[in-house]
Nanobody
Framework: QVQLVESGGGLVQAGGSLRLSCTAS???????????MAWYHQAPGKERDLVAL???????NYADSVKGRFTISRDNAKKTVYLQMDSLKPEDTGVYYC??????WGQGTQVTVSS
């Protein structure tokens, strides 16, 4: 069972930046490279929503709410996917999770954006 560990969250003022990381284990480098990796956002009291994804060949897709502000990338050799978050807004507050093609979720990392 693949394991995912997110990190990089924290408290930041509106307009600031954070870089989230998600590292996979119990999966080979090749196996990781074949996964579409995604980041999800769960605001307090709301459902978990897709924020960004990156496919095996590097194609990316973003939710309209983060286009132009967030950038997803991956390093297959490190089995890690990143989410660069710029121009953060208070509505970006919440827990961010990564996920691959398997059912496993990480524990999430908390992002809090103050106004």
């Amino acid at each position: 069972q693949v394991q995912l560990v997110e990190s990089g969250g924290g408290l930041v003022q509106a307009g600031g930046s954070l870089r989230l990381s998600c590292t996979a284990s119990r999966i080979s480098e090749l196996g990781f490279s074949l996964n579409t990796m995604a980041w999800y956002h769960q605001a307090p009291g709301k459902e978990r929503d897709l924020v960004a994804l990156i496919a095996r060949y590097g194609e990316t897709n973003y939710a309209d709410s983060v286009k132009g502000r967030f950038t997803i990338s991956r390093d297959n050799a490190k089995k890690t996917v990143y989410l660069q978050m710029d121009s953060l807004k208070p509505e970006d507050t919440g827990v961010y999770y990564c996920k691959g093609d398997a059912k496993a979720w990480g524990q999430g990392t908390q992002v809090t954006v103050s106004s």
